[in-house]
């Protein structure tokens, strides 16, 4: 695979986390004032929200070696329609 290909497949991934932690705290926010609601209940309500048209993330990662050194990468990540890029 291309570099280019390997960076739009790194980029495809990181939507897909990133996509399933705002349901994920979607879901908590939910749950935490649902009281007696059931899971169905929940599930309905998630999926009754509006999904939005574009989606951007911009995602900065510090690493560290055991050395103490640090080097910071930066990454921006977005999705239109059926876009990925």
């Known amino acids: 695979m291309t570099k280019t290909g390997s960076l739009t497949e790194t980029r495809r991934k990181t939507l897909v986390r990133l996509t399933a932690v705002t349901i994920l705290i979607l879901l908590a926010s939910f ?34 070696n ?10 921006a990540a977005w999705h239109r329609g059926d876009d990925c890029s």
């Open 31 to 64: 749950a935490a004032n649902a009281g007696e609601m059931t899971g169905r209940e929940v599930i309905e309500t998630v999926y009754s929200q509006a999904t939005p048209e574009t989606v951007k993330a911009t995602l900065t990662m510090k690493l560290i």
């Open 66 to 75: 055991k050395d103490g050194e640090e080097k910071v990468r930066e990454m």
